[in-house]
């Protein structure tokens, strides 16, 4: 088992430029499984996490509703945002900056077969994350993602999840509001829940400005314990 993880922050990067990159390494990971299978062979699979921030875009997974994006096509230019239905879980949701983007692409074999668990313990990387800020996160039963005040009249998320997994390998991930416009929430119905609303951490602090390295290094820190594995450049 390799749980070797390779981290790569492509800095600011178009949402489909990504997607296609994250498309080639799922691949070569899912091939070399194939490959492994059919020649009896045993080499070892890579696993990959990038770090990316995406230009305005809103993305619509593959069982979401259209009727959750707000905006039509017109709008979408004006407010210089794209949009993209895409192969992962989940509904509606905004990338732009001021938010970190993490996409785990991990052979899930190299640590355990469990969507579930993959799941949640991406949501537990991010509690942990938060908590070094002194916010008390948690998991919104029934929906996917990191919440604030869930239980109180004002619950409001501020991280994001959709993954999609083939042959135990992983793409997509999370998206944590740090410094984030929240105003473009507003052209949507995230995740396709109504009445909830979504925040950033720089609001919760009170601060202009988070400093989203330090937040990033958090992250790996809490991801690598999770996973077991070995971050690598």
Not at 17 to 45: A, H, S
Not at 120 to 148: D, K, M, Q
Not at 197 to 203: G, H, M, R
Request: aromatic fraction near 12%.
């Amino acid at each position: 088992m390799n749980r070797k993880v390779q981290l790569q922050d492509l800095g600011r990067k178009d949402y489909k430029e990504t997607w296609d990159y994250q498309e080639e390494l799922f691949k070569g990971i899912v091939d070399l499984k194939i490959r492994n299978r059919r020649e009896e062979l045993n080499l070892e699979t890579p696993n990959y996490f990038l770090y990316v921030e995406h230009p305005h875009v809103y993305t619509l997974g593959k069982s979401g509703d259209f009727s959750n994006l707000l905006l039509s096509e017109k709008q979408l230019q004006e407010k210089g945002a794209t949009f993209y239905k895409i192969n992962r879980g989940g509904d509606i949701t905004y990338h732009g900056p001021g938010q970190i983007v993490g996409y785990p692409i991990l052979d899930l074999e190299n640590f355990f077969t469990d969507i579930h668990k993959y799941l949640r313990f991406l949501e537990e990387s991010i509690i942990l994350t938060l908590l070094e800020y002194g916010i008390s996160a948690t998991r919104s039963e029934g929906e996917t993602g990191v919440w604030l005040g869930v239980g109180t009249p004002f619950p409001r998320k501020i991280c994001a999840l959709g993954v999609r997994a083939s042959r135990w390998v992983t793409m997509h991930g999370f998206a944590l509001n740090v410094n984030a416009d929240l105003g473009y929430f507003d052209n949507i119905i995230p995740c396709g829940i109504k009445g909830k609303a979504v925040t950033s951490l720089n609001v919760e602090l009170g601060v202009d400005k988070v400093d989203e390295q330090e937040v990033k290094e958090k992250i790996l820190k809490h991801f690598s314990v999770l996973f077991e594995a070995e971050i690598t450049n």
